[in-house]
DNA sequence: CCTACCGATCGGTAGG
DNA sequence: CCTACCGATCGGTAGG
């Protein structure tokens, strides 16, 4: 593996683990294995690699946008797309971390990243919705922008503050705790449950 | 206003604002307007005055929980719930703020805040939720611990990046656009709905 | 509550 | 990709 590649994982990593400001450039440099200045080559400032990283995870993300986009046309189109947005933050919950970090240490440079990576099939989800409200398959009483973005708290959240908070839920079965660091399966079951039954209509 | 809570309330908003390790005593000083050693008079360090604005967040919180615990002994008691939750956070969304960031930088001193100040009251509320399960009020399908869990996570969510995320809202009303900062009331009119739909049988 | 100051660490540069 | 180094800022202290 390249330097570079290394270099934007292991940035990756420590920026979800402890932000931007929270990681100086000698921890990445040490974690790669190279002097801090190297980082400085191969990436013209800290400000930069910051741009590099997140440049990385959206281009992740919009290689699953058309599966998505695919799945909203289909029958069973919202467990479809719930369940493809779960495994993109399941292959790497560093992702969801990253992104809440954005959301609440930048709010200005988030918003122009919705507008461009969310809003276009954000609107497309919706508009089905509206279109199923329409001929009685879903409750017409969703709100379906502001449903989506709950259920968005509820996947985002889960992701990021899931593996400290299911110490809350009672492990009273006997096949053992969960891995360190992965999500209880509990959490996920519940939200697509949850996902579900306020959409669909009966 | 003596010094001391003018620099917690400072030290609160910013640290919220720009996280802990975001937060430079003399950016606090200055809002205060001191001079930075006199922070370090009132608090012997930046980690005693972290601790105090944790101190003074959980004890407020603790003020509302008596009321939580006395809804959910009623009959309309989740919407009550969660109405009191609502209402705390909305009266300072900072407190959210404060949370989230604690949980995602120090999950560690976290899931020792939440042993301590969430599992009693969470306890009391999924075994209600358990026992009109039983009685048939309420759906059987519902993971008790697990829901709650990712209700907080919408309530979360929505103060936290909620301000940010709602320009995702189409506002097609024509009574203008909610005031910056502030949530807008369809978020919070949706997390309601979906938390009622996929608690209640029927 | 202040002035003056400390060593450590920050992001970044010069030069090879 | 390295050694050597920069000014700025960090949390914190001495002394009044």
């Given at each position: 593996?390249?330097?570079r590649?290394?270099?934007?994982?292991?940035?990756?990593?420590?920026?979800a683990?402890?932000?931007?400001?929270?990681?100086?450039?000698?921890?990445?440099a040490?974690?790669?294995?190279v002097?801090?200045p190297s980082?400085?080559y191969h990436f013209p400032?800290?400000?930069?690699?910051?741009?590099?990283?997140?440049?990385?995870?959206?281009?992740?993300?919009?290689?699953?946008v058309?599966?998505?986009?695919?799945?909203?046309?289909?029958?069973?189109?919202?467990d479809?797309?719930?369940?493809?947005?779960?495994?993109?933050f399941?292959a790497?919950p560093?992702?969801?971390?990253?992104?809440?970090?954005?959301a609440?240490?930048?709010?200005?440079?988030?918003?122009a990243l919705?507008?461009?990576?969310?809003?276009p099939?954000?609107?497309?989800?919706?508009?089905?919705?509206?279109?199923a409200q329409?001929?009685?398959?879903?409750?017409?009483?969703?709100d379906?922008?502001?449903y989506?973005?709950?259920?968005?708290?509820?996947?985002?959240g889960?992701?990021t503050?899931?593996?400290?908070?299911?110490?809350?839920?009672?492990h009273?079965?006997?096949?053992?705790r969960?891995k360190?660091?992965?999500?209880?399966?509990?959490l996920?079951?519940?939200?697509k449950?949850?996902?579900?039954i306020?959409?669909?209509?009966?």
């Amino acid at each position: 593996m390249d330097v570079r590649t290394k270099i934007l994982e292991e940035a990756t990593r420590l920026f979800a683990a402890h932000g931007v400001d929270g990681t100086a450039l000698q921890e990445i440099a040490d974690a790669v294995g190279v002097k801090k200045p190297s980082l400085l080559y191969h990436f013209p400032s800290k400000e930069a690699l910051h741009a590099s990283v997140l440049e990385d995870l959206l281009s992740r993300w919009n290689e699953i946008v058309p599966r998505l986009l695919h799945a909203v046309a289909r029958e069973d189109r919202f467990d479809a797309v719930l369940d493809a947005c779960i495994a993109f933050f399941t292959a790497d919950p560093d992702r969801a971390r990253l992104l809440l970090r954005e959301a609440i240490d930048r709010p200005g440079e988030m918003r122009a990243l919705l507008s461009t990576h969310v809003t276009p099939w954000l609107g497309v989800m919706a508009e089905s919705i509206k279109k199923a409200q329409a001929d009685g398959s879903m409750r017409k009483t969703v709100d379906a922008e502001a449903y989506i973005l709950q259920i968005i708290h509820m996947v985002i959240g889960t992701f990021t503050v899931g593996a400290t908070v299911q110490v809350l839920l009672g492990h009273s079965g006997s096949n053992g705790r969960p891995k360190r660091g992965s999500i209880d399966p509990r959490l996920t079951a519940e939200l697509k449950r949850v996902a579900r039954i306020a959409l669909k209509q009966e």
